[in-house]
């Protein structure tokens, strides 16, 4: 911690619950640092403490060097931003694990989106 009140720097060292304290802070502007090894430095500025005031303030520090590659192969189209229509395509593997009868009405009730009030 540190700020214009203060004379040198304040430090802290939070609990295994992630409480901290600073206790007997006189008013003033203050600017407070935050580190733990393996996460990112986090500095939060501009907290002003009035007399008698007890401020809280949260802080989630992330994964120092943490980073993920994603890579898109291009010319691969997933989504048809074109099209509402709703396909489906039986071939012949697909027919013949149907649990039901191969007849047209059967194939149309296994089909996504697709309701067959009556067989024939």
Do not use: K
């Not at 304290?21 to 580190?35: D, H, K, N, W």
């Not at 994603?70 to 039986?90: K, L, R, W």
């Not at 697909?94 to 996504?112: C, K």
Request: proline share 6%; aromatic share 8%.
């Amino acid at each position: 911690m540190s700020g214009s009140a203060l004379m040198g720097t304040r430090t802290a060292t939070s609990t295994s619950e992630g409480f901290y304290r600073f206790p007997a802070v006189p008013p003033g502007e203050y600017s407070l640092i935050f580190t733990r090894q393996g996460f990112a430095r986090a500095t939060r500025n501009g907290i002003h403490l009035g007399p008698g005031f007890s401020a809280t303030v949260d802080v989630m520090l992330s994964v120092e060097g943490l980073q993920a590659d994603v890579s898109v192969p291009s010319g691969s189209v997933i989504i048809d931003e074109q099209s509402t229509a709703i396909t489906a395509n039986f071939n012949a593997r697909r027919l013949s694990d149907l649990p039901t009868s191969r007849s047209v009405f059967a194939i149309l009730s296994a089909t996504p989106a697709v309701h067959v009030g009556r067989f024939e």
